[in-house]
């Protein structure tokens, strides 16, 4: 979710999986990994995870990492890399923004109140919110699978994004983030195409709060992270952590500064703007990969391949409710305020990875997803039957 650029959903995008079959077993000896090399034990491969972290730093250009990766439920690795702030280490203990990494979350309140008859998926918008365009063609399944050809607020919204870069700690609300996106014109006719808007989520968000009554950061604490045991998840659209936080550097003023406390308010809808601990994200990725909160049959339904056919996207890379399925990978990679990041889950090998990446001056107006090139190359070792590339790698 970068403010002014589709950085994101274009390194999504440019995903292409290696289609593999996963055995159910690795045919390791107990207590090793089966990685690209064969099979190590789990020292070993921590080891050569994190000299890949150290090396790939300065090749980027990042000045901080946070890595964590589960096999199971047990760490395999749990480290930062570089620094905060100067003289201060990055440490997995502090918070981020995590972005649309919170967008799972709102799409298991959505299929919660399905599982309970309160709402289809297949609903007209018209039933709960008419006063948004096209809302008698637009379904609840088209806004989260972001099919339904709305804009955007931010990206492509040029007069929106100086308003923005003006005043980075103005506080907006969803209302006000609403009305910048409709000044664009609609990507396409509803459920025509696959147009990443943050907008999607924001009506989402009211729509839920209309059904229940209640409002979505409640509904988050009370039906997602507190059940999960996220405890270290805030829910605020103000620029204050909830502890200390690893410090974000951006250039896109035109000036390399710290970006850590600008206002977070504008990046999605109510209830989802989120900063977390990277022991939470994994957490909550495995929980909710796992189909955690929700039935078996909503959780087919969360994965289902709906994009398939819409641009590049195939049966190995596509996008469904709120969530980016890549040759079996189930794949967040928010992009905000200085901050990259992503998180991923493999059922296959029930393995959960998290990252964020803070940048280097030489970095901090570049648009690629640093976090995300980490996944791919972490994935190509750890996950040697499901690899993400990019094209034009080997």
Same mark, same amino acid.
């Given at each position: 979710?970068?403010?002014?650029?589709?950085?994101?959903?274009?390194?999504?995008?440019?995903?292409?999986?290696?289609?593999?079959?996963?055995?159910?077993?690795?045919?390791?000896?107990?207590?090793?990994?089966?990685?690209?090399?064969?099979?190590?034990?789990?020292?070993?491969?921590?080891?050569?995870?994190?000299?890949?972290?150290?090396?790939?730093? *300065?090749?980027?250009?990042?000045?901080?990492?946070?890595?964590?990766?589960?096999?199971?439920?047990?760490?395999?690795?749990?480290?930062?890399?570089?620094?905060?702030?100067?003289?201060? *280490?990055?440490?997995?203990?502090?918070?981020?923004?995590?972005?649309?990494?919170?967008?799972?979350?709102?799409?298991?309140?959505?299929?919660?109140?399905?599982?309970?008859?309160?709402?289809?998926?297949?609903?007209?918008?018209?039933?709960?919110?008419?006063?948004? *365009?096209?809302?008698?063609?637009?379904?609840?399944?088209?806004?989260?699978?972001?099919?339904?050809?709305?804009?955007?607020?931010?990206?492509?919204?040029?007069?929106?994004?100086?308003?923005?870069?003006?005043?980075?700690?103005?506080?907006?609300?969803?209302?006000?983030?609403?009305?910048?996106?409709?000044?664009?014109?609609?990507?396409?006719?509803?459920?025509?195409?696959?147009?990443?808007?943050?907008?999607?989520?924001?009506?989402?968000?009211?729509?839920?709060?209309?059904?229940?009554?209640?409002?979505?950061?409640?509904?988050?604490?009370?039906?997602?992270?507190?059940?999960?045991? &996220?405890?270290?998840?805030?829910?605020?659209?103000?620029?204050?952590?909830?502890?200390?936080?690893?410090?974000?550097?951006?250039?896109?003023?035109?000036?390399?500064?710290?970006?850590?406390?600008?206002?977070?308010?504008?990046?999605?809808?109510?209830?989802?703007?989120?900063?977390?601990?990277?022991?939470?994200?994994?957490?909550?990725?495995?929980?909710?990969?796992?189909?955690?909160?929700?039935?078996?049959?909503?959780?087919?339904?969360?994965?289902?391949? &709906?994009?398939?056919?819409?641009?590049?996207?195939?049966?190995?890379?596509?996008?469904?409710?709120?969530?980016?399925?890549?040759?079996?990978?189930?794949?967040?990679?928010?992009?905000?305020?200085?901050?990259?990041?992503?998180?991923?889950?493999?059922?296959?090998?029930?393995?959960?990875?998290?990252?964020?990446?803070?940048?280097?001056?030489?970095?901090?107006?570049?648009?690629?997803?640093?976090?995300?090139?980490?996944?791919?190359?972490?994935?190509?070792?750890?996950?040697?039957?499901?690899?993400?590339?990019?094209?034009?790698?080997?």
């Amino acid at each position: 979710m970068r403010s002014w650029s589709k950085a994101a959903i274009v390194a999504l995008l440019a995903w292409a999986a290696v289609a593999g079959s996963a055995s159910a077993a690795s045919g390791c000896p107990e207590g090793q990994l089966k990685v690209s090399s064969g099979c190590v034990s789990r020292e070993g491969a921590r080891h050569h995870i994190e000299a890949m972290v150290r090396e790939a730093m *300065p090749e980027l250009g990042l000045r901080a990492t946070i890595m964590r990766v589960d096999t199971g439920e047990a760490p395999l690795v749990n480290a930062g890399f570089g620094n905060s702030m100067k003289g201060r *280490p990055a440490s997995p203990k502090m918070y981020f923004r995590i972005g649309s990494i919170a967008i799972p979350y709102l799409i298991n309140l959505l299929l919660q109140l399905e599982d309970e008859g309160k709402l289809s998926l297949n609903d007209k918008l018209a039933k709960y919110r008419p006063n948004f *365009p096209e809302a008698n063609e637009v379904t609840l399944r088209m806004l989260a699978s972001v099919t339904s050809g709305y804009p955007d607020w931010v990206q492509g919204n040029e007069p929106f994004q100086k308003v923005l870069l003006e005043n980075p700690f103005r506080q907006w609300s969803s209302n006000e983030l609403l009305h910048w996106a409709f000044t664009e014109q609609p990507a396409c006719a509803p459920g025509t195409c696959f147009h990443y808007a943050h907008t999607n989520f924001a009506i989402l968000s009211q729509v839920i709060s209309k059904v229940t009554g209640q409002p979505i950061s409640k509904l988050m604490r009370e039906r997602v992270l507190g059940p999960l045991g &996220l405890d270290h998840t805030q829910v605020s659209r103000y620029p204050a952590m909830p502890g200390e936080a690893l410090h974000s550097y951006t250039g896109e003023r035109g000036v390399y500064e710290d970006s850590t406390f600008w206002s977070p308010s504008w990046t999605i809808g109510d209830g989802t703007v989120m900063a977390a601990t990277m022991g939470d994200v994994v957490r909550g990725a495995r929980e909710l990969g796992r189909g955690a909160l929700i039935s078996a049959r909503a959780n087919r339904e969360r994965l289902a391949p &709906l994009t398939v056919g819409m641009g590049v996207f195939t049966k190995q890379i596509y996008y469904s409710l709120g969530i980016s399925v890549a040759n079996g990978w189930q794949i967040q990679n928010p992009f905000l305020n200085g901050y990259t990041g992503a998180s991923a889950y493999l059922p296959a090998q029930d393995t959960t990875v998290g990252i964020v990446t803070t940048q280097l001056p030489r970095s901090s107006t570049s648009s690629t997803d640093f976090a995300t090139v980490l996944l791919a190359r972490l994935s190509a070792y750890l996950s040697p039957s499901h690899p993400i590339r990019f094209p034009g790698e080997r």
